[in-house]
């Protein structure tokens, strides 16, 4: 068996966890792939923020809040609203959560 480092600390995960905060951080980090994704798509699809959202059919100020990394409290069917304007569908899956190490 592998000695383990002494040098090494606790999982991340398991810190944020100990914060409070392992879900907030988590949701963020999703929210700004996903603003990326979009933002990538719609350059790709030489999209300008007006024409996106004439798309969408909601206004730039929705879109914005959408593209926005830090706001992670938007509905599902913007979400996929987003996705289709730029010719992508959006694939959301819930998985067993690993189990906790404890060395």
Do not use: C
């Not at 600390?9 to 100990?18: A, C, I, R, V, Y």
């Not at 609203?81 to 959560?97: L, N, P, Q």
């Amino acid at each position: 068996m592998a000695k383990r480092n002494p040098h090494t600390g606790s999982d991340f995960d398991d810190f944020l966890k100990e914060e409070g905060v392992f879900e907030e951080v988590q949701a963020k980090a999703l929210k700004r792939v996903l603003s990326e994704q979009l933002e990538d798509s719609m350059q790709a699809a030489h999209l300008t923020k007006l024409a996106m959202a004439q798309k969408m059919e909601t206004s730039r100020s929705q879109l914005d809040r959408v593209l926005d990394p830090n706001n992670t409290s938007i509905q599902l069917d913007t979400l996929i609203k987003a996705a289709r304007a730029v010719g992508k569908v959006v694939e959301i899956k819930i998985k067993k959560a690993p189990k906790p190490s404890h060395a």
